[in-house]
């Protein structure tokens, strides 16, 4: 756990605008359309204790969101403000959640960074996380099934 003047605490709702100020700030992080305040209301609602922030004092100078479907741990919005970087804060933010995700029964976490975020990859790579370049990740936007009045196209 950090020390000093600084702590990690559980993420609450009442943080979200906070938490996305920090990640528009952070380049490479990318806040997209599942970062609305609803989803990540909803997802924090069913992961309570592995979406973390770290604080000093009121200042919020970093995040990590985690979520565990029982089979697959995920981490999303690993983010420490720019002015903060290269302190551990990353590091310890990091650890925390795995410990957390272990505590709920993950076997095995993935998270997912830009191909162009360096930074990153550097970052989990010198963590010890394995680059796996024998899978390939696929999206599928729900909007594509809504027609105009909202609801799902039948063809």
């Known amino acids: 756990m950090v020390t000093g003047p600084c702590r990690i605490e559980r993420a609450g709702i009442k943080d979200l605008p906070l938490m996305l100020e920090l990640w528009r700030c952070i380049p490479g992080l990318g806040v997209g359309s599942g970062d609305e305040e609803e989803s990540l209301r909803l997802f924090m609602e069913r992961n309570p204790s592995t979406c973390l922030l770290l604080k000093d004092g009121e200042r919020l100078l970093g995040t990590v969101l985690g979520g565990f479907d029982g089979r697959r741990g995920y981490i999303y919005h690993l983010a420490v403000h720019p002015d903060c970087q290269g302190q551990g804060y990353g590091r310890e933010l990091l650890k925390e959640v795995l410990y957390e995700l ?8 993935h998270l997912f960074a830009f191909n162009d975020n360096q930074l990153a ?13 024998d899978i390939q990740v696929f999206s599928w936007d729900m909007d594509k099934w809504k027609t105009e009045d909202g609801k799902r196209k039948t063809e």
């Open 121 to 133: 990859a550097g970052f989990y790579q010198n963590q010890g996380w394995e680059w796996r370049r």
């Open 102 to 109: 272990r505590k709920l029964g993950a076997p095995k976490i």
